[in-house]
């Protein structure tokens, strides 16, 4: 079997402030990371491969520095790793950047493609779907449990109150939620191994089969019109009742918001 | 000459430090308090591949190099010294020993398993009249047809009972003096091979300390590690490579100590404002710091040196000297600037100044160490 798993090289938003005036991230100086959403997702293909057997290869598209980010997937235990990078991906959107993933992800032999549900700087959880539209195989987002069986894919899918268990045949995408495992610490020696024994290879736009149009800041028909901190929102309210009053008094609450 | 971190080192560091935070921070003041041995968090580095760091991917080990493994010593050191002399004492010593004196089926038998983690490791050589002159061993090993009868005891031992595989020195021929030791590789479980009572320590309190007794314990012929009569050659060239595993850990302490006193004057307020707007502190720091970067590049200096496969034994020395020396000062200057707060367990600093006090005594005393460098000076 092989799976894909893209990942994305974030700034450690535990340790990112917003500009005030421009309203984006201050990313100068700012420790990057693997997005917490892919690592999941790379620790499941993992899992896979130890239960079963697989080919695990990874795939970014970023900025060179972005290496770091694969050699640590390598690290961890990923077979093949892959950046899609060149400066006429720059400024991507969602659907630019869906596009020329796809687009190099068809280069590349895969039965199951995962990705993290969505990146913590940009939170937009677009990407992995639209891979799946754009390659014509089925997606199942939000998987907090994932098995193969024969030539199909289980997963557990979360939603807010419930869950689904949806099964789709592969090839197909899903898109994987931290919260479905602990992965993996790397080791020292696969760590030495991903600089010394292992390649990244580079993917620039003359290898990556996508249209102009469909790439890079001139083919993202997203327009950021205007960003800003979150607004604090008002103040909790202290209720100063005995036990039986409060308790009434949140029910109340509750009903009169319709959540019960 | 490049002083910056390779890539992949500079990555392990940072897998160190996530993993000394996540799993072994949390444990430190529990262990410490009770004298109870992290045996979770050993698994967990053994899962891991720290406890094999720098042997060869051959015989299970990282196949990586001493950096890496000073690296990993040091992180750990910066939160919980017990988690980093567990880690060293199987590392440099126990492993350490087999790994450089071994012969292949020694090596395929024993330092496997310690590689791999499976197995954990310790490296007896302290007798109650046998620390720095080693000459002084008592226990004795006799060869009686295919195996050799030990009989006697080691003192203060890491990892003991804990350990599965000791590598352990006994006299040969007495009249030889040092060179009638010779080593041997005994297995816990081994019958005539008991242990005495754990001892109470100033710190490293949850690391195992422990007496080893021999009495008419044999072993296979062939656990003589290194040739007979070598064993004094075995156990030098082994604490060599331990010393600058203690360096790491006297370094990781120190640093760990100034980290918590840098969090701490910027919270503590006297007479209105923090007391990192006092000059007094800000020169402490400044003093904390200064000695604590001198001692990462004499540690880092005397691995390389390792690595290069260059001679070591007097960068070892120095390294060891000059950051068991750091550990016990910045730690004792931390607790002061955390005044009434650093004397209580709940902050840390007191619990690292009681286990840097061991750095200027273990694998090598500060004294011999200042034998050793001053030898090779007027040599």
Known sequence: MNIVVCIKQVPDTNEVRIDPVRGTLIREGVPTIMNPDDKAGLEAALRLKDEMGAKVSVISMGPMQADLVLREALAMGADEAYLVTDRAFGGADTWATSCTLAAAISKMDYDLIITGRQAIDGDTAQVGPEIAEHLQIPNISYAEAVRVEGDEVVVKRQYEDRYHTVRAKMPALLTALSELNDPRYMTPGGIFDAFREKTVTIWTRADVPVDDGNIGLNGSPTRVFRSFPKTVKAPGMKIEEGVDESVQFVMDKLREKYIL | MDFTLSKEHAMAQQLFRDFAHREVEPLAQEVDEFHRFPRETVDKMARCGMLGIPFAKEYGGQGCDTLAYVLAVEEMAKVCGTTSVILSAHTSLGAGAIDRFGTADQKKKYLTPLATGEKLGAFALTEPEAGTDAAGQQTKAVLDGDEWVINGSKIFITNAGEADIYVVFAMTDKAQGTRGISA????????????????????????????????????????????????????????????????????????????????????????????????????????????????????????????????????????????????????????????????????????????????????????????????????
């Open chain 2, 184 to 379: 041997f590789i005994v297995e816990k479980g081994t019958p005539g091979f008991e242990f005495g009572l754990p001892e109470k320590k100033m710190g490293i309190r949850g690391s195992s300390t422990r007496e080893l007794i021999f009495i008419d314990c044999r072993i296979p012929k062939e656990n003589l590690l290194g040739r007979e009569g070598k064993g004094f050659g075995v156990a030098m060239g082994t604490l060599d490579g331990g010393r600058i595993g203690i360096a790491a850990q006297a370094l990781g302490l120190a640093e760990g100590a100034l980290d918590k006193a840098v969090a701490y004057v910027k919270e503590r307020k006297q007479f209105g404002r923090p007391i990192a707007k006092f000059q007094n502190t800000q020169f402490q720091l400044a003093d904390m710091k200064c000695e604590i970067e001198a001692t990462r590049w004499m540690v880092y200096h005397a691995a390389a040196t390792k690595d290069a496969g260059q001679p070591y034994t007097v960068e070892a020395a120095l390294a060891k000297l000059k950051a068991a020396n750091v550990a016990s000062d910045v730690t004792r200057r931390a607790v002061q600037l955390l005044g009434g707060y650093g004397y209580i367990q709940e902050y840390d600093v007191e619990r690292m100044m009681r286990d840097a006090k061991i750095t200027e005594i273990y694998e090598g005393t500060s004294e011999v160490q200042r034998m050793v460098i001053s030898g090779a000076l007027l040599k």
